[in-house]
C-alpha cells in the first residue's frame, strides 16, 4: 500500500529544506465555489507550483467529521498524491482552503483505551489533525497529552503527569521540516523521534466565517508583508480577565526578547488596544469584543491571538467572539480551540510566538513551536507568511526567463540577503520537483534529454544558512526541444470569462495522439488526435485567477510527451442581480410557507433540519416559501442547501437552483447580489423526513430566520 511506503519514508537530516511555495500542498474542496476561490487567489500570490494542489469532491459538510472519513477521503488521498506525484519528501506544510470540516471526532478511535477526562476530550481541529498525523495514523490517546508537540520551544515541565507547566523564555528558534524529528525535551534527533506536519485552514467561509471576499483580502495583505519588517506594536493585554491572566507572566521576558530583535512589544490593561493604528501583533484574553468599536488598526501580517473557549468554534449561534473577527480586519492569522479547552493553557499559544515570529519564522512555525498541547486549536491564516523574515535575493546566470534549451543546462546562482548573512546553500525544482541541491559557488545542472519537450518551469531557491532556513527563489520558465514536438494552447474568451459563458479551449499539438487540459493537475477535459476543442463551464474554476495546463502524449514514455505554455484566466462573476422594489406594505420579520392545503405558516426560523416537518410539510409534499433579504454591499453571496426530494431556489426569479432527486449533502449555489433589497423563493417537493438544511452568508453562513429575512405584514 502505497500509505505504508509514506510513512517508511526516511529523508536524510541534511538534504532537505522548506518554508516556500515548493513545500506546501494545498487540498481544496473542488465541490464548493468558495473553497476554489480562495485557493486560486492563495495560489496566484504565493505562487504554488501546479503540481501541489489537490482537488477533492468532498461533501461531508464544513463542521465535523470522525476520524475516520477524514483519514479515508482527505488526509491519505493528499498524502498518496504527494507522493504519487514526486513531491512528498519536500512537503512541510498542508493547507486546506474553505469548506472542509474545521473538527475531527476522535472518539471511535480512543473506543479500547481507558476514558480520557473532560479536559482531553477526543476532538481534534483539522490543522492539528494533519500535524499529529501518524499519532492519528495510531489511534492513539497520545494526541489528547498536554506535552504532545515536541517542537514546541520554551516551556518545562513541572512535575511528571501535571497539566501544568513553568513558562520561560524562549528557546533558541528553530525552522520546520517534515522529515525532522524531535525528541522528548524538544531536542532535534539524528534518527527517530517524532515527525509533524505543519498546516493551517487558509479559511472558514461557513457559518461564523468570513466571506470569500475578506478571505482573499487578508491573503493578498498577508503576502504583501513578507520581508518587510513592518513598523507597529506587538500588544499584550494583562486584565482582570482570567483568560488574560493565563499567559501574562510571560510578557516581560517576551517584550525584552522582542526589544533584542528591533520590535516593539507593549503590555496594555485594556481588553484589546483603542484607537491603535500599529497593531503588528495581538495577545490578548476576553470572550467578547467588536473590532471595529476599538478604532485600531491591524498591520499586515499580523498575528493576533485570543483566548478563550470558543473562538475555533465556527458553527452559527456558537457563544464568545470567533477567530475570524482578527481576520476580517486583516490579521494574517488567528486560532481558536474547537472544543472548551478548560483554560488549560498548554492549549493556547505562549507568548512566545511572536518572539519566533519576528525572529524570521513562518507564521505555521511559530504557531507549533508555541504550543504545547496543538490537538484542539484551530488556526485559519497564511502558513506562510513571514513578515520579519531575512528574504535572500537571487539571481541566476545560464538561462534567461523565456529561453529555448536543449541538452544540458548549467545555471549559475547567486544570492544575497538584505540584513546580512550567509547563503547556506541551493535548490532546483522542475515543474515543482525537487531535482538538485547544490553548496553556494557550484553550479546546478538540468539534463533536458530527460525530460520531454515544451514548456518547463525553473525554481532556484536560495536557502539561508542557520537554523530559520528563510528562502527566496528566482522562476525561470523555459521551451525544451529536443526532439522538435510542438504543443500550443489558447483560449476563447482570453484573458478573462465571466460565469454563464462558456470558456473554449483551443489545443494543438502535432504528431501527438491525445491532448489533455488540467487545472493544477486536475482533468477538465480531454480531446483525441494532434488537434480540437474543449468547453468549459467557467463555474467548475471558482472565481478568481486560474492556471489551465495541458500535456500532449504521443506513447506511454515520459519524452514522449509536450506540454504548451500554460494559461492564465480570471473568472469573475455574472452582473450582480440588481435589487428590487419593495413590495407594498410593510415588511415584517419571518419567512412565509405555503403547504400542500394552501395553508399559510410564518417562519423565524429553520436552525433545526426538520423544520419543515415541524411546520406541516409531510413526506412527498409539495411546499413553496418565501422571504425578502436585504444585503449591505455588492458582492457574492451563497446559499448552502441539504435537501431530500426536490427543490428550486430562486432569488429575484432567477432560478439558482434546480435539483429532483437531493441525497442531502451540502450544496454551495453563490449569487451575485447589488446592494439593496432581494427575494429568494424555494419550492419543491419534501423527500425521507421531510429534511431541509438552507443557510446564507457572506461573510459566513447561518440558517434562515426572522433576523434576516421578512415577509410582508398581513400576507
Not at 472544543?339 to 504557531?367: D, Q, R
Request: one cysteine or more.
Amino acid at each position: 500500500m502505497l500509505l505504508a511506503a509514506i510513512l517508511a519514508i526516511v529523508c536524510p537530516r541534511q538534504a532537505c529544506a522548506g518554508g516556500g511555495p515548493e513545500n506546501v500542498f494545498v487540498v481544496v474542496n473542488a465541490s464548493s465555489w468558495a473553497s476554489l476561490t480562495v485557493a486560486n487567489h492563495f495560489i496566484q500570490v504565493r505562487n504554488i507550483p501546479a503540481n501541489n494542489v489537490l482537488y477533492l469532491n468532498w461533501n461531508g459538510g464544513f463542521e465535523s467529521t470522525d476520524a475516520e472519513t477524514f483519514r479515508r477521503e482527505i488526509l491519505i488521498p493528499a498524502l498518496e498524491t504527494a507522493e504519487k506525484r514526486g513531491i512528498y519528501r519536500q512537503i512541510d506544510y498542508i493547507v486546506y482552503s474553505s469548506d472542509f470540516p474545521y473538527a475531527i471526532n476522535l472518539t471511535k478511535d480512543f473506543a479500547d483505551a481507558p476514558k480520557l477526562p473532560a479536559q482531553a476530550s477526543p476532538s481534534a481541529s483539522i490543522n492539528s489533525a494533519t500535524y499529529l498525523w501518524n499519532l492519528l495514523f495510531l489511534k492513539t490517546p497520545l494526541m489528547m497529552d498536554f506535552s504532545i508537540n515536541h517542537y514546541m520551544r520554551g516551556f518545562v515541565k513541572q512535575r511528571e503527569g501535571h497539566p501544568k507547566f513553568d513558562r520561560r523564555p524562549p528557546d533558541p528558534v528553530h525552522g520546520f521540516r517534515s522529515w525532522y524529528g524531535w525528541g522528548n525535551q524538544g531536542e532535534l534527533l539524528e534518527a527517530g523521534g517524532q515527525p509533524y506536519m505543519l498546516s493551517t485552514m487558509l479559511a472558514v467561509t461557513s457559518g461564523r466565517g468570513n466571506s470569500v471576499e475578506e478571505a482573499v483580502g487578508y491573503l493578498k495583505r498577508s503576502a504583501g508583508a513578507d520581508g518587510t519588517r513592518p513598523p507597529g506594536t506587538i500588544y499584550f493585554t494583562s486584565t482582570s480577565n482570567i483568560r488574560s491572566k493565563e499567559r501574562e507572566d510571560e510578557f516581560p521576558a517576551v517584550i525584552a526578547a522582542l526589544d533584542k530583535l528591533g520590535v516593539r512589544g507593549q503590555t496594555i490593561s485594556t481588553s484589546m488596544p483603542q484607537g491603535a493604528s500599529d497593531v503588528a501583533g495581538l495577545l490578548s484574553g476576553a470572550e467578547d469584543f467588536s473590532w471595529a468599536a476599538t478604532r485600531s488598526t491591524i498591520v499586515p501580517g499580523a498575528i493576533c491571538d485570543n483566548l478563550t473557549s470558543f473562538g475555533g468554534i465556527m458553527v452559527e449561534n456558537s457563544s464568545q467572539t470567533p477567530l475570524t473577527e482578527f481576520l476580517r480586519y486583516g490579521a494574517a492569522g488567528s486560532a481558536g480551540t474547537v472544543i472548551e479547552p478548560y483554560l488549560i493553557a498548554n492549549k493556547f499559544a505562549s507568548a512566545n510566538i511572536f518572539v519566533y515570529y519576528a525572529s524570521g519564522c513562518t507564521l505555521a512555525e511559530s504557531y507549533y513551536q508555541a504550543v504545547w498541547a496543538p490537538t484542539q486549536l484551530l488556526i485559519v491564516g497564511d502558513a506562510l507568511c513571514r513578515p520579519w523574515a531575512n528574504i535572500p535575493q537571487v539571481a541566476v546566470s545560464g538561462v534567461e526567463p523565456g529561453a529555448t534549451v536543449s541538452s544540458t543546462v548549467e545555471l549559475k546562482p547567486q544570492a544575497r540577503l538584505p540584513r546580512g548573512g550567509e547563503i547556506g546553500h541551493f535548490e532546483l525544482f522542475v515543474d515543482g520537483r525537487r531535482a538538485g541541491r547544490v553548496n553556494p559557488g557550484e553550479t546546478l545542472t538540468w539534463d533536458t534529454t530527460t525530460d520531454h519537450d515544451g514548456y518547463h518551469e525553473l525554481r532556484v531557491v536560495a536557502v539561508e544558512s542557520g537554523p530559520i532556513a528563510s528562502q527566496g527563489r528566482a522562476v525561470i520558465p523555459v521551451t525544451v526541444d529536443n526532439q522538435g514536438h510542438r504543443a500550443t494552447m489558447t483560449t476563447q474568451p482570453s484573458g478573462k470569462v465571466r460565469w454563464g459563458q462558456t470558456l473554449t479551449v483551443d489545443l494543438k499539438a502535432p504528431g501527438m495522439k491525445q491532448i489533455y487540459v488540467l487545472n493544477n493537475g486536475r482533468l477538465l477535459g480531454q480531446v483525441t488526435g494532434e488537434q480540437g476543442q474543449v468547453k468549459l463551464n467557467p463555474a467548475v474554476l471558482g472565481l478568481g485567477p486560474v492556471g489551465l495546463q495541458a500535456v500532449a502524449v504521443s506513447g506511454t514514455a515520459y519524452r514522449d510527451r509536450v506540454t504548451p505554455a500554460p494559461v492564465e484566466i480570471t473568472v469573475e462573476p455574472p452582473a450582480p442581480l440588481p435589487a428590487v422594489t419593495p413590495p407594498r406594505g410593510e415588511l415584517v420579520p419571518g419567512l412565509l410557507l405555503r403547504l400542500a392545503n394552501n395553508r399559510i405558516v410564518p417562519i423565524q426560523t429553520t436552525a433545526d433540519p426538520g423544520w419543515l416537518g415541524v411546520a406541516g410539510v409531510g413526506a412527498n409534499e409539495p411546499f413553496i416559501f418565501q422571504g425578502y433579504f436585504d444585503v449591505d454591499d455588492t458582492e457574492v453571496h451563497q446559499f448552502q442547501l441539504w435537501h431530500n426530494g426536490s427543490v428550486k431556489l430562486q432569488v429575484d426569479g432567477k432560478t439558482l437552483y434546480n435539483v429532483n432527486d437531493g441525497k442531502y449533502q451540502p450544496r454551495y449555489i453563490p449569487v451575485n447580489l447589488a446592494k439593496g433589497l432581494h427575494r429568494l423563493t424555494v419550492s419543491g417537493r419534501s423527500g425521507v423526513g421531510s429534511k431541509l438544511r438552507i443557510l446564507f452568508g457572506g461573510p459566513g453562513s447561518v440558517s434562515l430566520n426572522g433576523q434576516r429575512f421578512r415577509h410582508p405584514k398581513g400576507s
